[in-house]
């Protein structure tokens, strides 16, 4: 029998597969975006990466001791997520987009369809679900997140990490963040959980992709 | 996931697939499938599953198809191999087992080619294009090779510090002898049509343009000798066989090593991921021209690569 995480990758491989191909995706990672793309896009990503631990938090106060081990996860993750809008913020003013700016900004319908639907699902189909958001967008960040970082850097001449903190640390960072994901989700024995993550999961990518399609 | 097996011609053609292309000749028997992973051509999941539902479909219907001729639908690429962004995620998540069960689907697919004579079918495989690592791997068991001699292959998976895991060692060693697999597979270099052709790793190599009318010939100078020389590539596996046990101990090898590459390893696996996805938008440049790039790194160093690919892009620039 197959794990959990196994599962999960062969069940959403072609939503994975949907964002990495998609053509305004391929292009971003092949030849970078212009200045003002990358800032709608930062802009998007600031009301995601705000959302990320509300979620994850409305998804533990939900889990009961039969996944503990997936709660005690979800209290170490927000730990180490935390204050990670501020990074997008940084890199956001690196390339000329003041906090007053982001902060005014209203989000494009599809981050909103990303965020409702993560706390509505967490809230209402099953708490396990985060760990789908957690996978889509890790898998995002630790697999696409450094050739994009690397593609922004050459399209606009940026030096080092300025302007790219968010994108070219969550490729590393992730990197550890996936194996731990993957032990958690193993752990996982409920397959109406499964279900759920993996409904996430492709939601998540789904969403996700139509944030980059629309900026 | 692999559905009942489908009845008759009908049935066989009758599948909504994303990925193969599917035609039917009756007069030969023939099934001609045409890939299309797009828009980047390579082994994705998707891809295995409906390239072994449409062989399992052959399999269940013994008799119907004489000769199974594969080709690529995308323009100068055969295939490039292993689904990159794929392996990225499995290593950096440690997931051994999914690599394992990736490595088994391509092994699957290799053993099907390998074992088509027993089904009394007469494999034939064209390249017009890239055929890299599992691309070229895949090509490899087929009986006929045929590559238009703008195609190259080769096996880069040591420039990211892996090997080619899905048959490259046990079917190059048979086709071209220990030297040579040990030559491709731990160099990583790539080889033109005709030096692979020099190699005996490919039957034919035509002019570019000609690969169709190459297929034609092979399909019509074995179909009258369909017997007999099915009878014969039976014999010719039976004197040098490969073991199905060893192509999978070989898998769990890869994935074990998979899990050993550094950050920098999978860095230039990205790299190349980058590179297929800028010839996937429609530069003239893509994964082979990275390759080449990357064994000059590897000979000169960095700093000199680097001097170069400067060299090489003001020099575009002056020229546009």
């Known amino acids: ?159 080092g990490d300025r302007g790219v903190s968010f994108l070219a640390s969550h490729a590393s960072l992730d990197t550890q963040h996936m194996s731990e994901l993957r032990q958690i989700m193993n752990t996982v024995r409920s397959e109406h959980a499964l279900a759920a993550v993996v409904e996430s999961a492709r939601v998540n990518f789904h969403h996700f992709t139509r944030i980059i399609e629309a900026i | ?153 080769g096996f880069p998976e040591v420039l990211f510090n892996l090997f080619p895991g899905m048959g490259a060692w046990d079917f190059t060693i048979r086709k071209a002898g220990f030297a040579v697999a040990s030559e491709m597979i731990l160099s990583g270099r790539l080889y033109s049509a005709d030096e692979l052709h020099y190699r005996r790793l490919v039957d034919i190599v035509v002019d570019d343009g000609q690969g169709e009318t190459a297929i034609d010939n092979v399909v019509r100078e074995v179909d009258p000798r369909h017997r007999g020389t099915l009878a014969a590539l039976r014999a010719q596996r039976m004197a040098a066989p490969i073991r199905y046990e060893s192509l999978l101990a070989i898998v769990d090898l890869w994935a074990e090593s998979a899990l050993g590459l550094t950050d920098r390893d999978l860095r230039l696996m990205e790299r190349l991921a980058r590179a297929q996805a800028r010839k996937a938008g429609g530069a003239d440049e893509g994964a082979v021209e990275e390759l080449k790039l990357m064994e000059l790194e590897a000979a000169w160093g960095d700093r000199r690569a680097r001097f170069d690919r400067r060299n090489l892009s003001n020099d575009r620039r002056v020229r546009s």
């Not at chain 1, 959302?51 to 730990?79: K, W």
């Not at chain 1, 699902?121 to 630790?142: F, K, N, Q, T, W």
């Not at chain 2, 028997?29 to 980047?40: A, D, E, G, S």
């Open chain 1, 1 to 159: 029998m197959l794990s959990f995480f196994a599962e999960l990758v062969g069940a959403t491989d072609e939503d994975r597969r949907g964002f990495e191909t998609h053509p305004v995706v391929i292009d971003a990672v092949a030849h970078g975006m212009p200045v003002q793309r990358y800032r709608a896009l930062l802009l998007e990503l600031y009301h995601v990466v705000w959302h990320f631990n509300p979620v994850c938090a409305a998804a533990a106060s939900r889990i009961g001791d039969e996944q503990m081990a997936v709660r005690h996860f979800l209290y170490t993750h927000m730990h180490e997520e935390s204050g990670h809008e501020l990074w997008v913020l940084n890199d956001l003013e690196a390339i000329g987009v003041a906090t007053e700016t982001v902060r005014d900004h209203a989000p494009a319908v599809h981050t909103l369809a990303l965020n409702g639907y993560n706390y509505w699902v967490a809230d209402r189909r099953h708490p396990c679900s985060a760990l789908g958001m957690l996978y889509a967008l890790e898998v995002i960040a630790s697999v696409y997140g450094g050739p994009f970082a690397a593609a922004i850097r050459e399209s606009l001449l940026l030096e």
């Open chain 2, 1 to 153: 996931m692999i559905s009942k097996p489908a009845v008759g011609v009908a049935g066989l053609l009758g599948r909504p697939y994303k990925t193969i292309r599917l035609e039917w000749s009756s007069d030969l028997r023939l099934l001609r499938v045409r890939t299309c992973v797009r828009p980047i051509q390579c082994y994705s999941l998707a891809a295995m599953g409906e390239l072994q539902q449409m062989l399992g479909d052959i399999s269940a219907n013994p008799g119907l198809v004489r000769h199974f001729v594969m080709s690529s639908d995308v323009p100068n690429v055969f295939n490039f191999g292993g689904d990159l962004a794929l392996f990225v995620l499995l290593v950096r998540a440690g997931d051994v087992e999914s690599l394992r069960l990736y490595g088994k689907r391509c092994v699957d697919l290799v053993w099907w080619m390998e074992n088509a004579a027993n089904l009394d079918v007469h494999t034939t495989v064209l390249s017009q294009g890239d055929t890299l690592g599992g691309g070229l791997e895949s090509v490899l068991p087929f009986h006929k090779v045929i590559f238009e001699r703008r195609a190259q292959a």
